[in-house]
């Protein structure tokens, strides 16, 4: 079985400040694909940053970067110079390459909060 | 179109009743997925179909539900006998081929009173 964990139920940062998301998975496959969604209240799911597995370097879109300790699995995401249009829920997700493949399993989710 | 329709936006239904939520996907996206969101929780799994033809159907609860892509471009769900439990938002995705990027809809949100 594959799950994915997210501790904090809501984070709350200062607009242009840094703020980073945890996410914590397990799954029995060897290869598997992580994600970070974001599903702002018109309740659309936004894919905010992709990381294979078996790539080692650290996802980067933008503003937007993943830390990816495979042997600790964990998934967090930082969010450089936070904007107001940042605010959203975010979803970890994690899809296995073979048994897995093509079902997102998705945490809780963490709702984040900009602060002007 | 430009992204994933879903329709209706939000359905209020009573117990018992019997429900359709339509997703059109984009065009040319061979890969359809239907999740369910229940309040405060991330989306599950529902069915994933591959052209015409259910490819993994191991997320429908029970079988009340029911998941058709006759021409393998629009979805219905088909939802029976609906209990209140099955109140949730449902959302749809698409993708171009199956390890693609899957985007989705803004989602059904379902009340059955």
């Known amino acids: 079985a594959q799950t994915v964990t997210q501790s904090q139920p809501e984070m709350s940062v200062q607009e242009a400040e840094t703020v980073t998301l945890s996410c914590t998975y397990d799954t029995s496959e060897s290869d598997y694909y992580l994600f970070w969604y974001k599903q702002p209240p018109s309740r659309q799911m936004i894919l905010v940053i992709r990381?294979?597995?078996?790539?080692?370097q650290n996802a980067t879109e933008n503003r937007f970067s993943v830390n990816f300790q495979k042997a600790a699995k964990s998934f967090s995401l930082k969010i450089s110079d936070s904007q107001l249009g940042d605010a959203a829920m975010y979803f970890c997700?994690?899809?296995?390459?073979?048994?897995?493949?093509?079902?997102?399993?998705f945490g809780q989710g963490t709702r984040l909060t900009i602060n002007p | 179109g430009a992204g994933v329709s879903q329709t209706p936006s939000n359905k209020v239904t009573e117990k018992g009743k019997y429900v359709e939520l339509r997703c059109d996907p984009i065009s040319g996206h061979t890969a359809l997925y239907w999740y369910r969101q229940s309040l405060g929780q991330g989306p599950e799994f529902l069915i994933y179909?591959?052209?015409?033809?259910?490819?993994?159907d191991s997320g429908l609860p029970n079988d009340r539900f029911f998941a058709v892509r006759p021409e393998g471009s629009v979805s219905t769900l088909k939802i029976q006998r609906t209990e209140r439990g099955d109140s949730a938002v449902y959302l749809c995705?698409?993708?171009?081929?199956?390890?693609?990027?899957?985007?989705f809809g803004p989602g059904t949100r379902l009340t059955v009173l």
């Open positions: 995705a698409s993708s171009l081929f199956n390890a693609g990027p899957k985007f």
């Open positions: 997700a994690l899809e296995g390459a073979y048994q897995g493949a093509q079902k997102l399993v």
């Open positions: 179909f591959q052209g015409t033809g259910a490819a993994d």
């Open positions: 990381q294979e597995a078996y790539k080692q």
